[in-house]
């Protein structure tokens, strides 16, 4: 065999995204790109704010010495300040540079925040529907995925059977709010109860249990919808993210981990993560995008237009038929397949040059998702090919 036995299963049965992203290819080939309508991938179609560019314009003309060098693992002070400043206005808590690692990317984030905190055997609590890859990262670092369903109704946080699931093995549980792929934003009110579930189990199992809040789309939220800040909450809790969504850089690879600062043992954990940094590869994060994101931490991409699609296609797939929660946030319908077999509904829907992911890929089966990060006027072409997927799926 040319490669891990493993690693061969893992590619057989990956990313589902990928995979219907891939197939836009072959349909754009054979119909033309205007008679396509890809849904498939959480890839934001807008451009970075204006003060990005003209950030980047400023340092790529002053060009300070040293710019490219290494620095510390965690990052440059300052940056770390400027993420510590915002979460300590979120959060209410003390939060400082020293609780702050740069990384690349939430997905880099998640790694280092695994490795440092997984013995091999344990458990992590992930909840479906979850961002298919965090399976494969917790296999990474040794871990074993526990999938715990939220409410099929609402989406929202099922607290008692998170309090089931937990055992001796559990070291943490992730979640994503708003989230991917539903678009719910998990209240106050859950996060309170979830952290007094938390402190029960802890005095109970006499050990930390983590809570990961994963918050790429923290910034995304519609109505006037507050995304409230984990760490009033969990004292043993991290926030992992990046500014691929908030700021429209997902090439760029950058974001942070940000510890509690209340939490157990919290200079030692974040000596292991800034060690995982480097020993996993990462290193550091992008000196550039470090020097541009700490003068951003207050801007944010125009959610309107996010807020416009995500109304355009609610409306008329609701009206024809078509059932789902209203997301509050992020930028992805998450519907109630029409069809039992969620696969069978999603290669029905490529009849029609529909391109969806189909909720087995994120581990709830019977739903499919749509990311509506894509031009408004793709999404306006494509009603007339959703009405006549509703009429061939037996909808009114």
């Known amino acids: 065999m040319a490669i891990a036995a493993k690693i061969q299963a893992c590619i057989e049965g990956s990313s589902w995204i990928r995979k219907m992203f891939e197939e836009g290819g072959r349909l754009r080939a054979i119909h033309g790109a205007e008679n396509v309508f890809d849904f498939t991938l959480g890839n934001p179609n807008v451009e970075p704010p204006r003060k990005f560019d003209e950030e980047l314009l400023a340092i790529a003309q002053s060009s300070p010495p040293g710019i ?7 990052g440059y002070d300052d940056c770390r300040a400027a993420v510590a400043e915002l979460l300590a206005e979120k959060s209410g808590l003390e939060v400082t540079g020293s609780q702050i690692m740069m990384t690349c990317g939430a997905a880099g984030a998640l790694n280092v925040a695994l ?15 979850y961002f298919v890859e965090y399976k494969f990262y917790i296999d990474n670092h040794g871990g074993v995925p526990v999938v715990v369903p939220t409410n099929p109704d609402t989406f929202q946080l099922d607290i008692p059977a998170i309090e089931r699931a937990i055992t001796p ?22 996060l309170r109860d979830l952290g007094l579930m938390i402190q029960r189990k802890e005095r109970e199992l006499e050990k930390p249990l983590y809570v990961i809040s994963d918050e790429p789309y923290a910034r995304i939220a519609y109505d006037g919808v507050v995304v409230p800040n984990l760490f009033p ?3 043993n809790s991290l926030i992992v993210t990046s500014h691929s ?12 981990l ?12 974040m000596e292991g993560a800034i060690f995982c940094n480097r020993t996993l590869g990462f290193v550091n994060a992008p000196a550039l995008m470090q020097r541009l994101v700490a003068k951003l931490q207050r801007e944010s991409v125009d959610i309107a237009p996010y807020q416009e699609k995500r109304d ?23 519907p109630r397949s029409p069809l039992a077999d969620d ?34 006027a793709m999404i306006e072409r494509s009603l007339p090919a959703w009405r006549a997927l509703a009429q061939e799926a037996g909808l009114r």
């Open 68 to 74: 490219h060098r290494y620095m510390n693992n965690a």
């Open 115 to 129: 490795k440092t905190m997984l013995n091999p055997g344990e458990e992590v609590i992930i909840l479906s529907p």
């Open 169 to 190: 093995r559990t070291r943490a549980l992730i979640i994503c709010s708003p989230n991917n792929p539903t678009g719910v934003v998990y209240p106050a009110e859950s």
């Open 233 to 235: 909450y969990v004292d």
């Open 245 to 256: 969504k908030d700021l429209a850089l997902p090439g760029e690879r950058i974001g942070y």
């Open 258 to 269: 940000a510890v509690n600062p209340r939490m157990t043992h919290v200079e030692l954990f």
């Open 312 to 334: 355009i296609l609610y409306h008329y797939l609701t009206e024809m038929g078509f059932s789902m929660v209203r997301p509050d946030g992020a930028f992805y319908l998450f």
């Open 343 to 376: 696969v069978e509904f999603v290669r029905m829907a490529q009849k029609h040059q529909i391109l969806l992911v189909p909720g087995a890929g994120f581990g709830a089966p019977g739903f499919f998702r749509i990311a509506y990060c894509v031009d408004k």
